[in-house]
């Protein structure tokens, strides 16, 4: 799978979120901060340079061809409005440039179904979400109400899509296949996740777990403003706090793990669908990598892919998709 400051860096940061490890992650006061992506984009909202095209006769996905599904990865670049679809060996399969306006998080599903939510530019109505079958390249749905910023992105077991909407701090949900919200959960966020039950878990100024169909939420009472956000089939969870991926078992709010990330300035977490493997995109200079931990038993990060392919945003297939 930054600038003046749309994620994870906001004015005004002040106390740091702490746990019984190492201090970790920046206290940043109110749900009203400014977006914590731990960027920088030109003005705010830099204007996106002109997207590339896509392959004449877009790709044709080896996931159509063999019962046994491999790895691909999706990685997406806010700038240049593309997602880059690599193999596991980081060879280009094809890419992804129709229907999308500086993408922001990325999510595939347990069909193999990629979605984008796609910010727009300057809170303009392009604010979207865009999803894309394996081997297509134009979206096979776009939802647009409800959308206001939209930064977080998941999709449960039953296809229910998940948007974190900063613009009004809101969480939206979609059925599967709906492009009309059935519930908006008025909470801000900036990162979800769900478990196996299709809990809905929420990184914003703390992390929240929300039954499905609630629009209220229980504290877990873990260290404060998180980052990226994975919750594993066993319902233990992973967050990102500053440079530090910290593992916490379920039901617990000490982390049994941390793992520092070294090489930059971390971003999306994405966890392979058979839970062997944790991926982080990294700021580390020019070009942005992936870097990747053996799960849970790993302690150290390496790179996966160095390639310019793409920025912050990232999402594997087959995806930590629970319920498949």
Same mark, same amino acid.
């Given at each position: 799978m930054a600038i003046a400051i749309l994620g994870s860096l906001a004015a005004g940061c002040s106390a740091a979120g702490t746990s019984n490890g190492p201090a970790i992650g920046t206290a940043q006061p109110g749900a009203q901060r400014t977006l914590n992506d731990n960027r920088s984009l030109a003005n705010g909202f830099g204007s996106p340079s002109a997207a590339t095209g896509a392959r004449p006769n877009g790709w044709v996905s080896p996931e159509r061809k063999?019962?046994?599904?491999?790895?691909?990865?999706?990685?997406?670049?806010? !700038?240049?409005?593309?997602?880059?679809?690599?193999s596991?060996?980081?060879?280009?399969?094809?890419?992804?440039?129709?229907?999308?306006?500086?993408?922001?998080r990325l999510f595939v599903d347990k069909k193999g179904?990629?979605?984008?939510?796609?910010?727009?530019y300057n809170g303009s109505s392009k604010n979207s979400i865009t999803g894309y079958k394996p081997g297509q390249t134009t979206p096979f749905i776009t939802i647009t109400n409800g959308v206001n910023r939209p930064t977080g992105?998941? &999709? !449960?077991?039953?296809? +229910?899509?998940?948007?974190?909407?900063?613009?009004?701090?809101?969480?939206? &949900?979609?059925?599967?296949?709906? +492009?009309?919200?059935?519930?908006?959960?008025?909470?801000?966020?900036?990162?979800?996740?769900?478990?196996?039950?299709?809990?809905?878990?929420?990184?914003?100024?703390?992390?929240?777990?929300?039954?499905?169909?609630?629009?209220?939420?229980?504290?877990?009472?873990?260290?404060?403003?998180?980052?990226?956000?994975?919750?594993?089939?066993?319902?233990?969870i992973i967050v990102l706090y500053g440079a530090q991926i910290e593992?916490? %078992?379920?039901?617990?709010?000490?982390?049994?793990?941390?793992? %520092?990330?070294?090489?930059?300035s971390p971003f999306a977490l994405s966890l392979s669908g058979n839970e062997k493997t944790l991926y982080v995109s990294v700021e580390a200079g020019t070009p942005?990598?992936?870097?990747?931990?053996?799960?849970?038993?790993?302690? +150290?990060?390496?790179?996966?892919?160095?390639?310019?392919?793409? !920025?912050?945003?990232?999402?594997?297939? %087959?995806?930590?998709?629970?319920?498949?």
């Amino acid at each position: 799978m930054a600038i003046a400051i749309l994620g994870s860096l906001a004015a005004g940061c002040s106390a740091a979120g702490t746990s019984n490890g190492p201090a970790i992650g920046t206290a940043q006061p109110g749900a009203q901060r400014t977006l914590n992506d731990n960027r920088s984009l030109a003005n705010g909202f830099g204007s996106p340079s002109a997207a590339t095209g896509a392959r004449p006769n877009g790709w044709v996905s080896p996931e159509r061809k063999r019962r046994h599904k491999p790895t691909l990865f999706y990685w997406g670049n806010f !700038d240049t409005n593309t997602i880059t679809i690599l193999s596991s060996s980081g060879k280009q399969k094809g890419q992804i440039t129709s229907g999308l306006y500086n993408p922001e998080r990325l999510f595939v599903d347990k069909k193999g179904d990629v979605f984008a939510t796609n910010i727009g530019y300057n809170g303009s109505s392009k604010n979207s979400i865009t999803g894309y079958k394996p081997g297509q390249t134009t979206p096979f749905i776009t939802i647009t109400n409800g959308v206001n910023r939209p930064t977080g992105l998941t &999709v !449960d077991g039953a296809g +229910t899509v998940y948007c974190a909407n900063v613009g009004n701090n809101t969480i939206t &949900v979609y059925p599967k296949g709906q +492009t009309s919200p059935s519930l908006t959960i008025p909470y801000f966020a900036e990162y979800l996740a769900t478990d196996a039950q299709d809990n809905l878990y929420a990184a914003g100024t703390a992390v929240e777990k929300f039954p499905p169909g609630s629009t209220t939420g229980t504290d877990l009472g873990l260290p404060a403003y998180p980052g990226a956000i994975e919750v594993d089939r066993s319902g233990n969870i992973i967050v990102l706090y500053g440079a530090q991926i910290e593992y916490f %078992p379920a039901g617990t709010t000490t982390p049994s793990k941390e793992i %520092p990330v070294t090489a930059g300035s971390p971003f999306a977490l994405s966890l392979s669908g058979n839970e062997k493997t944790l991926y982080v995109s990294v700021e580390a200079g020019t070009p942005f990598v992936v870097q990747s931990v053996a799960y849970p038993s790993g302690s +150290t990060l390496s790179n996966k892919f160095t390639s310019n392919a793409g !920025d912050w945003p990232i999402a594997v297939s %087959p995806d930590n998709a629970l319920g498949g």
